[in-house]
Nanobody, 115 residues
Framework: QVQLVESGGGLVQTGGSLRLSCAAS????????LAWHRRAPGKQRELVAL???????NYADSVKGRFTIPRDNAKNTVYLQMSSLKPEDTAVYYC?????????WGQGNQVTVSS
């Protein structure tokens, strides 16, 4: 089993930067694909970025060039480095860990970008 603990959300101005962290417990966490998702008010949850256990990344078009998803396997931690933030990035951000039929989620962290 993998447990995910998120941190780093908050309030930031348009154009600012913020980093989210997601620490994964469990000895096999390094084998999981780790991802960040978000749910904005009144919208469906969307995949923001993911990184596989091999380090392959994929990003939503809306965040390409602004967000990165580095992963520290020694710390079993994945980050979401967000820059050039926009008000439309306001959402609750969740991290997830997926492998085969296993699927785990963090508790969610609010990110608010003020205009």
């Amino acid at each position: 089993q993998v447990q995910l603990v998120e941190s780093g959300g908050g309030l930031v101005q348009t154009g600012g930067s913020l980093r989210l962290s997601c620490a994964a417990s469990g000895t096999l966490a390094r084998l999981f694909t780790l991802a960040w998702h978000r749910r904005a008010p009144g919208k469906q949850r969307e995949l923001v970025a993911l990184i596989t256990s091999d380090g392959i990344t994929n990003y939503a078009d809306s965040v390409k060039g602004r967000f990165t998803i580095p992963r520290d396997n020694a710390k079993n931690t994945v980050y979401l480095q967000m820059s050039s933030l926009k008000p439309e990035d306001t959402a609750v951000y969740y991290c997830s860990a997926v492998r085969l039929h296993y699927d785990y989620w963090g508790q969610g962290n609010q990110v608010t970008v003020s205009s």
